[in-house]
């Protein structure tokens, strides 16, 4: 069983900054890549950013510049610097891995975190 504990979510106004975390544990065989996806209301869950074990990273169009994924290999973390926040930044942060848990005979899947909220006013 993996475990995503997320962290760091909250109200903050228009141009300032957030620091997520999340944090893996339980029965992990292998990380191919951790990232966060996000959820507004009323719209489809979209790639914030993501980060493989090797270090490669991705961002989402509309957070390019703004927003920094990191990631802690030795601790199973990964931290999202979120600077310059907009309103339409608002919604439910999801942390994400793509991994194997357990045993190397399990197959690479997803697995998602609880989700934590940040809102973001004008």
């Known amino acids: 069983q993996v475990q995503l504990v997320e962290s760091g979510g909250g109200l903050v106004q228009a141009g300032g900054s957030l620091r997520l975390s999340c944090a893996a544990s339980g029965s992990i065989f292998s990380i191919n890549a951790m990232g966060w996806y996000r959820q507004a209301p009323g719209k489809q869950r979209e790639l914030v950013a993501g980060i493989t074990s090797g270090g490669t990273t991705n961002y989402g169009d509309s957070v390019k510049g703004r927003f920094t994924i990191s990631r802690d290999n030795a601790k199973n973390t990964v931290y999202l610097e979120m600077n310059s926040l907009k309103p339409g930044d608002t919604g439910v942060y999801y942390c994400?891995?793509?991994?194997?848990?357990?045993?190397?005979?399990?197959?690479?899947?997803?697995?998602w975190g609880q989700g934590t909220q940040v809102t973001v006013s004008a």
């Open positions: 994400n891995l793509v991994g194997r848990g357990g045993t190397p005979f399990r197959p690479v899947r997803d697995y």
